[in-house]
C-alpha cells in the first residue's frame, strides 16, 4: 500500500467516522450531508487501489490502515441499517397517529358532535 493510498484510506476512514457519529446520534440531516465527502472519498480510495503504485509503506501501516478502514466500514453499515429501521418506525408511528385521528370523533364550537365529514387528506414526506 503506497503513502497516497494510506492517506486516502485515511481521509475515508475519518469521514465514515464522523457519519457514524452522526448517526449514532441519530443526527440524520448531519450524516446526510456528509454523503458528498464520503462519496469523494470512497472514488479516490478506489482509484488509487486500482492504479496503486509499486512504492509500498511498512506492512504493518498498510494492515493497521486497512483495519482501521473495515472497521469503519462495517460500523458505518450497522449505523446506517438502524438509522432506516428508526426512520421507518417514526413513520408508521406518524401514519398510525392520522389513521387514529381521522377516526376520532369531532366536535364543534358548542361542543356537540360536528356534522360527519370525511377527513381531510394528508400527506407525509420523509428525508434520510
Known sequence: MNRTLIEAAVALADTLQRENAALEA?????ATALLP????????FVALQEAAATAAASPDVARAVAHRLQRAATE????????MLVQGRVI???????????QAPRYGARG???????????????RA
Open 26 to 30: 441519530l443526527d440524520l440531516p448531519r
Open 37 to 44: 465527502e464520503k462519496t469523494a472519498a470512497t472514488a479516490r
Open 76 to 83: 458505518n453499515r450497522r449505523l446506517l441499517e438502524r438509522a
Open 92 to 102: 408508521e408511528t406518524v401514519a398510525r397517529a392520522a389513521r387514529s385521528q381521522a
Open 112 to 126: 356537540t358532535l360536528a356534522a360527519d365529514r370525511r377527513a381531510a387528506p394528508l400527506a407525509l414526506s420523509a
